[in-house]
Structure formats: C-alpha cells, structure tokens
C-alpha cells in the first residue's frame, strides 16, 4: 500500500528543473507532498484532492492523475534552500483517512 | 507559541524499560498522529486518533500504547521498550483526517 517515489535521490545545480513521481496501486482520494530537512521534522507543502488538480507554492508545482493513481512534483529554477527529502503521502479511497508515505526522495542542490 | 511540542528532545532507555513520549498541541485540531521514522524507510504510522476519545491503529502499532483523554495530548508509550523501537518519533496533528499534516520536532529514542 505504501505509495512508490522516484527517482530515490537526485543532484542539481542551481537554477536547474526537477520532477519526482509519487505512483500507488491503489485509487486515491487524495495525495500530500512534504519536505524535510536534515535533522528537521516534515514540513507540508500542498495537498492535491482527486480531480486532476494542480497546486502552486512558490516554484514548485505538482499535478495528480487519479486514473494513473499518481501524482509529479515539480520544482523549477531550484533553489539551494529547497534541498532535502520529498515524501509523498497518500490517502486511498475507501479506506481510513489516514496518511501512507512513501520512501522519499533526497534533493540535492549544488551552487 | 502555536503548533506542537514533545518530550523529551532526546532519550537513551535500557531495554525492558517502560517509556512515555509526550505530544501536546495548542492549534485544537482533532486528528493526532504518532509517525516512527527510521532511515531508508520513510515515515511509518504508529497509532493516530480522529478526535479526543479515540484512537486506531496504524501500520505498526506492536509494542506501542497510545490514549487521547482530551484534544491537546497525545501520548505515546512503550510497555517494555526493546531494541527495535530505537527510531526518531513524531507526533503530527491535522485540523480533520485526511487533511494537512503538522509535525511536531521529534523525539530521538535509542533503546540499548
């Protein structure tokens, strides 16, 4: 049931584009994305409700696809400051309203 | 200061001991969630309640007791703590199920 990241890590420069995917075999109702910093608690970035919507914060962006069951994050011009792990959570329809993340996925962001 | 503080920041406990981590919020939301993450593994849920009265159980509740007596606290605790329960423990509140999740520090337990 745990949701599947990918890919687990990658490295950027600066200013440089980056998408993480977050796929379950279960339909969901909707799909959370996290970030955390080292040594720092979970922070929320955007909550998607099934419907296709997309959400913005900042340069980072993320769509669902509730008939492909998944859901892309997407940071654009990234920053140092956004370096860290990114967890997607799902919640499945008919099922308790309760968070599954995945393994994450580490961001790091070179100068 | 609005949001959510546990206790301790950090504990060592012999095995076989009984342990209590603590979890308050001040934000009066009604969901509550205890999370244990261990490296490579994500974040795993331990036990969460809906709203004050009741609690459920999550993906790995074995060794862990959790009670909800008013909306504020959550407290988590371990019976006989074993080596396996060594882990960073967060605590995590959201307005309704389902909803945006707000984290607490973290607890830090190593369990010898």
């Known amino acids: 049931q745990q949701p599947v990241q990918s890919p687990q890590a990658v490295i950027l420069r600066e200013g440089e584009d980056a998408v993480i995917n977050c796929s379950s075999s279960?339909?969901?109702?909707?799909v959370h994305w996290y970030r955390q910093k080292h040594g720092e608690a979970p922070v929320f970035l955007m909550i998607?409700?099934?419907?296709?919507e997309q959400k913005g914060h900042e340069k980072i962006s993320a769509s669902f696809n509730e008939k492909k069951q998944q859901s892309s994050l997407y940071l654009t011009a990234s920053q140092l400051s956004y370096s860290g792990t990114y967890f997607c959570?799902?919640?499945?329809?008919?099922?308790?309203?309760?968070?599954?993340f995945g393994q994450g996925t580490r961001l790091t962001i070179n100068p | 200061i609005a949001g959510i503080t546990q206790a301790p920041t950090s504990q060592i406990l012999a095995a076989g001991r009984r342990m209590t981590l603590r979890c308050t919020q001040d934000m009066r939301h009604n969901a509550m969630y205890w999370y244990r993450q261990d490296l490579g593994l994500g974040l795993r849920l331990i036990h969460y309640?809906?709203?004050?009265?009741?609690?459920g159980k999550g993906e790995v509740p074995d060794g862990y007791s959790v009670s909800r007596a008013n909306t504020d606290d959550f407290p988590l605790t371990l019976a006989s703590a074993v080596p396996s329960q060594t882990s960073v423990y967060f605590c995590a509140s959201s307005e309704a199920p389902g909803g945006p999740e707000f984290f607490g520090p973290g607890t830090r337990l190593t369990v010898l």
């Open positions: 309640s809906n709203t004050a009265g009741t609690t």
């Open positions: 998607l409700l099934k419907g296709g």
């Open positions: 959570g799902t919640v499945v329809i008919q099922g308790a309203q309760k968070l599954v």
């Open positions: 279960k339909a969901l109702y909707s």
